[in-house]
């Protein structure tokens, strides 16, 4: 079994920034793929980025430019860097580790953007 939780959230003025971290603990192998994702309120949860094992990153378009995912030396340990933030990216955030078998997920952290 594998423990995901997420900190860092938290209420920012547009423009601010925020790192959220997940930190994994139990019987921990590096995930195929380590990934955020948020949901806003009313909405479907998207996904925001993503590492892959062997280090590449994806982003949503929404993002791009100003989310940064990366990861600590261990492999245990997923951020966000966010930076100029804007209303639109207020949501729940979640990370996930996909492994080959199961996935595994956070509890969610909120971060809120105000105009």
């Known amino acids: 079994q594998v423990q995901l939780v997420e900190s860092g959230g938290g209420l920012v003025q547009a423009g601010g920034s925020l790192r959220l971290s997940c930190a994994a603990s139990?019987?921990?192998?590096?995930?195929?793929?380590m990934a955020w994702y948020r949901q806003a309120p009313g909405g479907q949860r998207e996904l925001v980025a993503f590492m892959f094992s062997g280090g590449s990153t994806n982003y949503a378009d929404s993002v791009k430019g100003r989310f940064t995912i990366s990861r600590d030396s261990t492999k245990k340990t997923v951020y966000l860097q966010m930076n100029s933030l804007k209303p639109e990216d207020t949501a729940v955030y979640y990370c996930?580790?996909?492994?080959?078998?199961?996935?595994?997920w956070g509890q969610g952290t909120q971060v809120t953007v105000s105009s």
């Open positions: 996930s580790f996909v492994y080959a078998v199961n996935d595994y």
């Open positions: 139990g019987n921990i192998f590096t995930p195929i793929r």
